[in-house]
């Protein structure tokens, strides 16, 4: 049987989110990949006790993470059952809605009955009976945002979520969901977004506005689908993400351009005595208004050298500028 560690609090950096009573580890665990119905499940049970046994106590799903669409959430039910739904309460469950999961005209976007379905369904694969976080995972360019609130309005109002979010929402659109979400008198609490090294749009507005409303930040893809490790510093090494067909990092995005930065930022992160990895999440923990940076992994020791990043996460000036000359 399972037991977690007493020392699971002592080194792991909470971070309030926004201007909410909740406090985010610094490093969350993300099941988007590696969590599915075709993935070990004695692997994922074991990254899940390792993760909060290092103080992770956010778990990020979505509905239709796996693959199949749902396994992952339906394997985070089965880890909750066989090992963590004891300290239910010490963990933050967090899921979303948005692309596609059925077939039919309500099987995907931001409407209210597919956003309150969807919830009713990731509720019952992980054997919840709430969330911690619900989140409308993207904007719907033909619903009204007011609806598409209401709803998450509704889930929190239910009990069946504890707080709303938002993702992958730019700043305008950000503005007028926050509105939205005020009227009903639910605040959203959280904005996630991809956001590294590589992927900077969010500095263009959107961090101001999070700052603005209170809303805390938390960075999906924060090591660039793992470019920003230390795996390709020669290429595409056989059995990576980028060798495997349907994945989101593709060949043609392993330029001889971008591993010369991977290169060069790689330097700067062995100066620091860290990974690459490491140096990437403490980048994008810099900004003040990041509550939490996500991670994947498919191995316990690369969650173990994620947390590691914590031990150093401050970022001089002089490198900040060394960095940006890299990248540009």
């Not at 969650?303 to 031990?311: F, Q, S, T």
């Amino acid at each position: 049987m399972y037991v977690p560690s007493g020392q699971r609090y002592d080194k792991m950096l909470y971070r309030r989110c926004g201007a909410s009573g909740l406090r985010l580890p610094a490093i969350s665990l993300g099941l988007w990949h590696n969590f599915g119905g075709v993935d070990a499940f004695e692997n994922m049970r074991a990254m899940l006790c390792r993760a909060f046994d290092l103080g992770i106590t956010h778990f990020d799903l979505a509905n239709n993470y796996g693959p199949p669409p749902g396994s992952a959430e339906e394997n985070f039910g089965r880890a909750l059952r066989a090992d963590l739904g004891a300290w239910r309460d010490e963990l933050i469950v967090s899921t979303k809605a948005g692309y596609l999961m059925w077939p039919g005209p309500y099987g995907e976007w931001g409407s209210r009955k597919y956003l309150l379905a969807s919830l009713d369904q990731s509720l019952k694969r992980m054997g919840l009976d709430y969330v911690d976080i619900f989140y409308s995972h993207r904007p719907d360019p033909d619903t009204p945002v007011e609806e598409t609130m209401s709803a998450l309005d509704s889930a929190v109002r239910a009990g069946k979520a504890l707080y709303a979010g938002i993702s992958n929402y730019n700043p305008e659109q950000t503005a007028r969901a926050v509105a939205a979400l005020k009227q009903l008198g639910t605040p959203c609490l959280i904005h996630q977004m991809k956001y590294s090294m590589f992927v900077r749009t969010a500095e263009d507005g959107l961090f101001e506005r999070l700052k603005a409303e209170g809303i805390g930040g938390i960075a999906f893809s924060p090591l660039a689908q793992g470019l920003l490790t230390d795996r390709y510093l020669e290429g595409i090494p056989d059995g990576s993400r980028a060798s495997k067909p349907g994945t989101f990092l593709k060949p043609a995005d392993v330029t001889d351009a971008r591993l010369s930065q991977v290169r060069a930022l790689n330097a700067i992160a062995h100066q620091r005595g860290q990974t690459l990895a490491q140096l990437a999440l403490a980048w994008v923990l810099r900004h003040g208004v990041m509550s939490s940076a996500l991670v994947g992994a498919s191995r316990v020791e690369q969650i173990e050298r994620c947390v590691g990043a914590l031990d150093n996460i401050a970022v001089s000036a002089e490198e900040l500028s060394r960095i940006d000359g890299i990248l540009r």
